[in-house]
């Protein structure tokens, strides 16, 4: 069973998640509040799970996703409403029904590999991608991201593929 990190500014709101997830049988280990925390706990462990909000006060969630190591899914509580799922990102809404919540951290805990995993080079090129649009439009590292999920959803393709396609568009 993979490790539970949960990132969140409140210490109050992260304990309750820590109490419900242990509630259902669920193993947290660790509880954090920064995003630099995650990913300097996430080296010391072979996979794991971390749930946090959309944005924290150092990075973003996408920001997370990108620079864990293989075998390391996001669940990021949006409060935008729509639920969207990214390489190894799921935004889930807020208010989000519990039930829902549990069966997705439940797929995410207890696959062999990962649910929504990416390789390695993948999230390289994503945000190689994010980079361009970046340049090109003068926005910002999330408005980038949000772009991308955007496309991917309305073209149909893959968002590394999306991202190939962008990067090779700015070389040509």
Wanted: proline share 3%; net charge neutral.
């Amino acid at each position: 069973m993979k490790n539970i990190i949960i990132a969140y500014p409140s210490k109050e709101v992260a304990l309750q998640l820590r109490s419900l997830l242990e509630q259902e049988g669920f193993y947290v280990s660790h509880v954090c509040a920064l995003g630099s925390s995650v990913l300097s706990i996430s080296q010391e462990l072979y996979e794991g799970v971390v749930i946090c909000p959309s944005m924290l006060s150092d990075m973003s969630a996408s920001r997370i996703a990108e620079n864990l190591p293989p075998d390391f899914d996001v669940i990021a509580f949006s409060k935008n409403g729509r639920e969207s799922y990214t390489g190894n990102l799921i935004n889930m809404s807020l208010p989000m029904d519990r039930q829902d919540f549990i069966n997705t951290v439940a797929i995410l805990v207890s696959s062999k590999s990962g649910f929504t995993r990416r390789k390695e080079n993948e999230a390289e090129i994503i945000s190689n991608a994010k980079l361009v649009i970046m340049s090109k439009r003068s926005i910002t590292e999330s408005q980038a991201h949000k772009y991308l999920q955007k496309e991917s959803m309305r073209t149909g393709k893959k968002i590394v593929d999306l991202a190939r396609e962008i990067i090779n568009d700015f070389t040509e």
